[in-house]
């Protein structure tokens, strides 16, 4: 029986948050937890997938029948939906999609809990993407739409500078390993955010686009080549209130941290998922003592 194996990886938006789907430069970085899918083929007529979590537990499961693309059985109807949005739409890149095969299964593992916010969607998507060898910010717009930030982390290997121009992905790789980096630590916020929910929200705003993409870019250019830690938070205080103020919110530091003594940046989507956190060794008790245990550091977290 022939095996394909696809990997990619996790992603973080170290700045341009909301701005990015409005073409504003943004850096992302990939992290060092992704997901794999591997497809075994057999002649069953069906493609039987399976979803493992990191703790080895199937939490998704579904059967499909081949060529129809129609669902047979599953655990969960929501997810089983998402993943024939994504085979149909690839079919019409690709119409021999899934259309010769003769059956076979499917087993996705993450290498990080899904309630991270790491991106279990985009990394999937990616690997549907070389599967059905079909451009996967095609994919992406035809299906679930968003910047495509992710999509470009989750076949890098270094961190990105990342633009949407005309609605095509421009992508620059960079080096981001400050000399400061052992005081950059990681947080989950024990929550993950529902990132639809939150672009859905932000379109509804009502604002100067213009002005906020061009401020953020600049921002995203001095963050890129930041070399001292003062700097960096100003930085940060400066994105977070700029964001703050279009999405009439609090930053998340004045919401949950505010005596903390370092500075601190929500990482994508508001109100969920990690936050950067500059700090020190007393970092991860201040963290640890108000609930949110999960803190990983610079070399932890980032490919």
Same mark, same amino acid.
């Given at each position: 029986?022939?095996?394909?194996?696809?990997?990619?990886?996790?992603?973080?938006?170290?700045?341009?948050?909301?701005?990015?789907?409005?073409?504003?430069?943004?850096?992302?970085?990939?992290?060092?937890?992704?997901?794999?899918?591997?497809?075994?083929?057999?002649?069953?007529?069906?493609?039987?997938?399976?979803?493992?979590?990191?703790?080895?537990?199937?939490?998704?499961?579904?059967?499909?029948?081949?060529?129809?693309?129609?669902?047979?059985?599953?655990?969960?109807?929501?997810?089983?939906?998402?993943?024939?949005?994504?085979?149909?739409?690839? *079919?019409?890149?690709?119409?021999?999609?899934? &259309? =010769?095969?003769?059956?076979?299964? $499917?087993? +996705?593992?993450? #290498? /990080?809990?899904?309630?991270?916010?790491?991106?279990?969607?985009?990394?999937?998507?990616?690997?549907?993407?070389?599967?059905?060898?079909?451009?996967?910010?095609?994919?992406?717009?035809?299906?679930?739409?968003?910047?495509?930030?992710?999509?470009?982390?989750?076949?890098?290997?270094?961190?990105?500078?990342?633009?949407?121009?005309?609605?095509?992905?421009?992508?620059?790789?960079?080096?981001?390993?400050?000399?400061?980096?052992?005081?950059?630590?990681?947080?989950?916020?024990?929550?993950?955010?529902?990132?639809?929910?939150?672009?859905?929200?932000?379109?509804?705003?009502?604002?100067?686009?213009? *002005?906020?993409?061009?401020?953020?870019?600049? &921002? =995203?250019?001095?963050?890129?080549? $930041?070399? +001292?830690?003062? #700097? /960096?938070?100003?930085?940060?205080?400066?994105?977070?209130?700029?964001?703050?103020?279009?999405?009439?919110?609090?930053?998340?530091?004045?919401?949950?941290?505010?005596?903390?003594?370092?500075?601190?940046?929500?990482?994508?989507?508001?109100?969920?998922?990690?936050?950067?956190?500059?700090?020190?060794?007393?970092?991860?008790?201040?963290?640890?003592?108000?609930?949110?245990?999960?803190?990983?550091?610079?070399?932890?977290?980032?490919?």
């Amino acid at each position: 029986m022939r095996k394909s194996r696809f990997y990619s990886n996790g992603k973080l938006l170290l700045s341009g948050e909301y701005a990015v789907l409005d073409g504003a430069l943004a850096l992302a970085i990939p992290t060092k937890f992704g997901q794999s899918l591997e497809i075994t083929e057999n002649t069953s007529g069906q493609l039987s997938w399976k979803s493992y979590d990191t703790d080895s537990s199937c939490w998704f499961q579904a059967v499909f029948s081949l060529p129809q693309l129609e669902l047979i059985s599953t655990t969960n109807s929501a997810a089983a939906e998402r993943l024939l949005t994504i085979f149909r739409v690839a *079919r019409t890149y690709n119409p021999k999609f899934l &259309l =010769t095969q003769t059956g076979g299964t $499917v087993e +996705t593992r993450t #290498t /990080f809990p899904r309630d991270w916010g790491l991106g279990t969607s985009s990394t999937l998507l990616n690997n549907i993407a070389e599967w059905a060898s079909v451009d996967p910010y095609a994919l992406l717009e035809a299906s679930f739409g968003g910047s495509g930030y992710d999509i470009a982390c989750a076949s890098h290997d270094t961190a990105i500078l990342y633009q949407r121009e005309d609605g095509k992905p421009q992508i620059e790789e960079i080096t981001f390993a400050p000399t400061f980096k052992e005081q950059l630590f990681f947080v989950y916020l024990n929550q993950k955010q529902n990132s639809r929910a939150a672009i859905a929200a932000y379109n509804r705003k009502d604002f100067d686009k213009t *002005r906020f993409t061009t401020e953020i870019s600049a &921002l =995203t250019r001095q963050f890129a080549s $930041v070399n +001292t830690l003062d #700097t /960096f938070e100003e930085l940060i205080a400066h994105h977070e209130d700029r964001v703050a103020a279009v999405l009439d919110l609090p930053p998340v530091k004045q919401q949950l941290f505010s005596d903390y003594f370092g500075a601190i940046k929500s990482l994508g989507a508001w109100g969920g998922d990690f936050v950067l956190a500059t700090g020190n060794e007393k970092t991860p008790d201040y963290f640890t003592a108000r609930g949110f245990s999960t803190i990983l550091s610079f070399e932890e977290m980032v490919l």
